[in-house]
């Protein structure tokens, strides 16, 4: 099934830099609806109110960290199948271990390109 | 005298009183024995006196020192300047990246949206005028680097008057508070690790690995 290019895409970082960049990466490979979160409490918020085709999220964030979010997202029926990419400066093989049972359908270790941010999505939601 | 000898002293005393016969005893008998009590006991309250005193100077002693080292470790100077300057200059570190990341990124956002083929001329005269704001930007760096430094000599002076002090003082830690251990085991719990230093610890290429990873494999990366 072919790419939605205008689907809603949620990203959820307390820093309002990496939201910028991740804005800017996703503008540079064609989606520009792009909504954003400060940390997973917002970002769950958000995503009861709207469906939204994509979750990119950060690991360290307070109150809610993205892995308690995704953790919430996945037991959550409204929710649970929604795609999610963790995309972090967490780097062990505990945290990429725990995010995959936890649900996390690609994980992205910080800093990425362009190109690693692509790759990871395609795999995720298919060729566009 | 030490104590274990008063001690005996002063039994002998007793058993001498209780094993003389009071009936029969003349008067300066038991003024003798009273006598010899009296002078028992006068050393053994003399030793006492001694040992109290020599225990109150030990302890003078120690106060006095343990006061000369808090003196070196020099405390005040650490929570009035050494840890508020190096706070202030992490926050302006903060502050700098922050305006340099905001030039830097709005000047690649507006070459980004310029037509180029428009007006070639004027294009590059806009992107060559970005790049030189982007470098003047990029100077942050340096003046990072320096406060960064100066964030960390004050860091080892803190160090080397703590080890000294711990040293000295024989200080053994105390377990963490409350506050700590809860904070310490929400960051085990939820895996808050932070970055590692000298880049990822699992490069993409590995992270992608274990993504692909079967759950016996995954478990096998535990045993």
């Known amino acids: 099934m072919a790419v939605e290019m205008s689907m809603p895409i949620l990203v959820v970082d307390d820093y309002k830099t990496m939201i910028r960049i991740i804005r800017n990466l996703l503008k540079q490979i064609g989606f520009e609806n792009v909504d954003e979160a400060a940390d997973g409490t917002e970002a769950f918020e958000k995503m009861k109110k709207q ?21 919430r997202v996945r037991s ?19 945290n990429v271990v725990a995010a995959k049972k936890a649900g996390v359908n690609n ?22 | 005298m030490p ?14 009183i209780k094993a003389s016969d009071f009936k029969d005893a003349q008067v300066m008998d038991v003024l003798e024995l ?11 309250f003399g030793s006492l006196d001694r040992s109290i005193h ?20 020099r405390p005040n100077d ?52 970005a790049m030189m704001t982007i470098i003047e930007a990029c100077s942050f760096q340096d003046l990072a680097g320096q406060r960064v430094s100066k964030v960390v000599t004050s860091l080892k002076h803190v ?47 590995e992270v992608d690995n274990i993504m692909d990873l079967g759950q016996d494999d995954i478990d096998a990366l535990f045993d």
Request: glycine residues 4%; aromatic residues 6%; proline residues 3%.
């Open chain 1, 107 to 128: 994980y992205i270790v910080k800093p990425f390109n362009a190109g690693t941010l692509k790759a990871k999505m395609a795999a995720v939601l298919g060729d566009f």
């Open chain 2, 78 to 129: 650490i929570k009035e300047q050494r840890i508020p300057v190096a706070g202030a200059e992490l926050e302006a570190v903060v502050t700098d990246t922050e305006k340099a990341t905001e030039t830097i990124m709005s000047e690649a956002e507006t070459i980004l949206g310029l037509d180029a083929e428009a007006d070639p001329a004027a294009y590059k005269e806009r992107v060559d005028a």
């Open chain 1, 76 to 94: 959550d029926d409204s929710t649970k199948n929604t795609p999610f990419i963790m995309v972090t400066a967490e780097s062990k093989t505990e």
């Open chain 1, 51 to 71: 469906k939204y085709g994509l979750v990119i999220s950060d690991w360290n964030m307070e109150p809610m960290t993205g892995y308690e979010l995704l953790q």
């Open chain 2, 34 to 44: 009273a006598q010899q009590l009296t002078s028992t006991m006068q050393l053994f």
């Open chain 2, 3 to 16: 104590a274990a000898e008063v001690a005996a002293r002063v039994r002998e005393s007793l058993q001498s």
């Open chain 2, 54 to 73: 020599q225990e109150f100077s030990y302890i003078a002693t120690y106060i006095s020192r343990t006061r000369e080292e808090i003196s070196k470790l």
């Open chain 2, 159 to 205: 160090e080397k008057r703590v080890t000294r002090f711990a040293q000295s003082m024989g200080v053994h830690d105390a377990d963490a508070d409350e506050d700590e251990k809860s904070e310490a085991e929400r960051k085990r719990e939820l895996h808050l690790n932070g970055p590692a230093i000298g880049g990822p610890e699992k490069k993409q290429n």
